[in-house]
Nanobody, 120 residues
């Protein structure tokens, strides 16, 4: 079994900062892509930021220069540092990881989601 557990969500003021964490546990042979997605009410889930095992990153245009994704491979953890958030960043944030279990073909696993609300 594989579990992704997110933490760090909550209420943040516009212009503030918040850091999300997502730790993977279980039968982890290898973790490839890790990413953060978000879904606002009435909208589709969208990719916010992703990071490969080699550290290469990609970001949604709306968060470039404000959000930073990073990972600690030794801890099987991915982070999302959010700086200068605005109301449009309010959403449920989900962690996703592409994980190979016991050397088999990798599958996608999702966390349960954590609410981020940007409000004064």
């Amino acid at each position: 079994q594989v579990q992704l557990v997110e933490s760090g969500g909550g209420l943040v003021q516009p212009g503030g900062s918040l850091r999300l964490s997502c730790a993977a546990s279980g039968s982890l042979f290898s973790i490839y892509f890790m990413g953060w997605y978000r879904q606002a009410p009435g909208k589709e889930r969208e990719l916010v930021a992703g990071i490969g095992r080699d550290g290469r990153t990609n970001y949604a245009d709306s968060v470039k220069g404000r959000f930073t994704i990073s990972r600690d491979n030794a801890k099987n953890t991915v982070y999302l540092q959010m700086k200068n958030p605005n109301s449009e960043d309010t959403a449920v944030y989900y962690c996703k990881a592409e994980i190979s279990v016991n050397g088999f073909v990798p599958n996608d696993y999702w966390g349960q989601g954590t609410q981020v609300t940007v409000s004064s």
